[in-house]
């Protein structure tokens, strides 16, 4: 059992997330390391996928390397995460056995169930995909004679849900995009032939997320897209005054540890975690952009500052015609001189990283997630 500080299990965090110093230099080996890059379609700054890209490599990750990457297949688009393409044989296993035990949670259990009810539009799909190749979802009709039911934004859209339990079954995948819109192909021409058996596939993926995490917890609440926790990975550690047992990737004790400043995405892995984020890091953040603007404390979409293994405030910015605007800097404790000048470099190169990024995309439209 490691008996850990609070400061020392953020640092484990913070090297695992790969925003200590130095910077890493290469895309590929950072979405290796992270396992996983969200895709949102809020950009009140930048593509939160590039915004994570940006905080580890800096002005010189350019988002054209992200979709060059994605179109060679290096990097595979799955629920609406970037992944290694190799990683993909780590759910081939639990595609083909969907929905999943026996007796599956509701939620899943009616999924699988409006799936077979809407057996012949499923099979639609596939031929259609398996004539003309990659497709939007607006290419494909609605033949569906069950309508899904939901008290949300999904009611009624019956291809966009068909596509995505299709996903989980492991039968379409996503092939690139047209603009922000997802194209569909047979899985078989985009994912690796490899499979590796579900149970192993499922303790290696433990491994994998405790490796991008650093410390996380063994059992949390169940998470559709992406667990939180990670089984057995790593090592039992106690955290001080933190309450219960966590796990610990034993690799990233006793490492020295160089901190730096850096401006996150409200997706990124580091505080996608709330209440990890509270028990760690103790910082007092929600994303803000379902909020009247009356209500809201830091702003539409606050970036949290990292500064060393502490999370020390919030910058409010958006970004217009390529031009960063700052509206404000939110200081939880009044910043050092030290502390406000790493912080303004940050957001210097930030500036002009969206400013060349905008230059790029006019000269070269390719997407925007």
Same mark, same amino acid.
């Given at each position: 059992?490691?008996?850990?500080?609070?400061?020392?299990?953020?640092?484990?965090?913070?090297?695992?997330?790969?925003?200590?110093?130095?910077?890493?230099?290469?895309?590929?080996?950072?979405? &290796? %390391?992270?396992?996983?890059?969200?895709? =949102?379609?809020?950009?009140? !700054?930048? @593509?939160? +996928?590039?915004?994570? #890209?940006?905080?580890?490599?800096?002005?010189?990750?350019?988002?054209?390397?992200?979709?060059?990457?994605?179109?060679?297949?290096?990097?595979?688009?799955?629920?609406?995460?970037?992944?290694?393409?190799?990683?993909?044989?780590?759910?081939?296993?639990?595609?083909?056995?969907?929905?999943?035990?026996?007796?599956?949670?509701?939620?899943?259990?009616?999924?699988?169930?409006?799936?077979?009810?809407?057996?012949?539009?499923?099979?639609?799909?596939?031929?259609?995909?398996?004539?003309?190749?990659?497709?939007?979802?607006?290419?494909?009709?609605?033949?569906?004679?069950?309508?899904?039911?939901?008290?949300?934004?999904?009611?009624?859209?019956?291809?966009?849900?068909?596509?995505?339990?299709?996903?989980?079954?492991?039968?379409?995948?996503?092939?690139? &995009? %047209?603009?922000?819109?997802?194209?569909? =192909?047979?899985?078989?021409? !985009?994912? @690796?032939? +490899?499979?590796?058996? #579900?149970?192993?596939?499922?303790?290696?993926?433990?491994?994998?997320?405790?490796?991008?995490?650093?410390?996380?917890?063994?059992?949390?609440?169940?998470?559709?897209?992406?667990?939180?926790?990670?089984?057995?990975?790593?090592?039992?550690?106690?955290?001080?005054?933190?309450?219960?047992?966590?796990?610990?990737?034993?690799?990233?004790?006793?490492?020295?540890?160089?901190?730096?400043?850096?401006?996150?995405?409200?997706?990124?892995?580091?505080?996608?975690?709330?209440?990890?984020?509270?028990?760690?890091?103790?910082?007092?953040?929600?994303?803000?952009?379902?909020?009247?603007?009356?209500?809201?404390?830091?702003?539409?979409?606050?970036?949290?500052?990292?500064?060393?293994?502490?999370?020390?405030?919030?910058?409010?910015?958006?970004?217009?015609?390529?031009?960063?605007?700052?509206?404000?800097?939110?200081?939880?404790?009044?910043?050092? @001189?030290?502390?406000?000048?790493?912080?303004?470099?940050?957001?210097?190169?930030?500036?002009?990283?969206?400013?060349?990024?905008?230059?790029?995309?006019?000269?070269?439209?390719?997407?925007?997630?």
């Amino acid at each position: 059992m490691h008996e850990l500080s609070r400061g020392e299990a953020r640092k484990l965090a913070v090297q695992a997330q790969l925003l200590d110093a130095p910077r890493p230099t290469n895309l590929l080996d950072v979405v &290796r %390391q992270l396992t996983l890059v969200q895709i =949102d379609p809020t950009a009140a !700054i930048a @593509p939160s +996928a590039d915004l994570v #890209l940006w905080s580890r490599l800096g002005s010189t990750y350019s988002p054209s390397a992200l979709t060059s990457a994605l179109e060679s297949r290096t990097l595979i688009e799955l629920r609406a995460m970037i992944r290694p393409r190799e990683d993909l044989a780590l759910y081939r296993a639990e595609m083909a056995a969907w929905p999943g035990p026996e007796d599956p949670p509701t939620w899943r259990h009616n999924q699988a169930t409006w799936l077979r009810s809407n057996d012949a539009c499923r099979r639609d799909i596939l031929k259609r995909l398996e004539a003309s190749g990659p497709l939007t979802s607006r290419d494909l009709p609605d033949t569906c004679a069950v309508p899904w039911k939901s008290s949300g934004w999904t009611n009624n859209r019956n291809i966009t849900q068909m596509l995505e339990f299709m996903t989980l079954s492991g039968e379409v995948a996503v092939a690139g &995009r %047209q603009g922000r819109e997802r194209l569909w =192909d047979l899985s078989t021409r !985009i994912y @690796p032939a +490899a499979t590796i058996p #579900l149970a192993e596939a499922q303790s290696l993926r433990d491994s994998r997320r405790l490796h991008a995490l650093g410390i996380a917890r063994a059992r949390g609440p169940e998470c559709p897209v992406e667990p939180l926790d990670v089984g057995e990975a790593g090592d039992p550690a106690k955290i001080e005054g933190v309450r219960g047992t966590w796990r610990v990737d034993p690799t990233y004790l006793n490492r020295p540890f160089t901190g730096r400043a850096a401006l996150l995405s409200p997706f990124d892995r580091l505080i996608h975690d709330r209440k990890r984020l509270t028990e760690l890091f103790e910082f007092d953040y929600q994303l803000e952009i379902y909020k009247p603007a009356a209500k809201r404390r830091w702003g539409y979409f606050a970036l949290p500052i990292l500064y060393g293994d502490r999370l020390i405030g919030k910058l409010d910015a958006t970004t217009e015609d390529g031009t960063l605007r700052i509206h404000r800097i939110h200081e939880d404790t009044p910043f050092t @001189p030290t502390i406000r000048s790493a912080v303004q470099a940050e957001i210097d190169d930030l500036s002009r990283w969206i400013s060349d990024a905008a230059t790029t995309d006019a000269a070269h439209p390719r997407r925007r997630w």
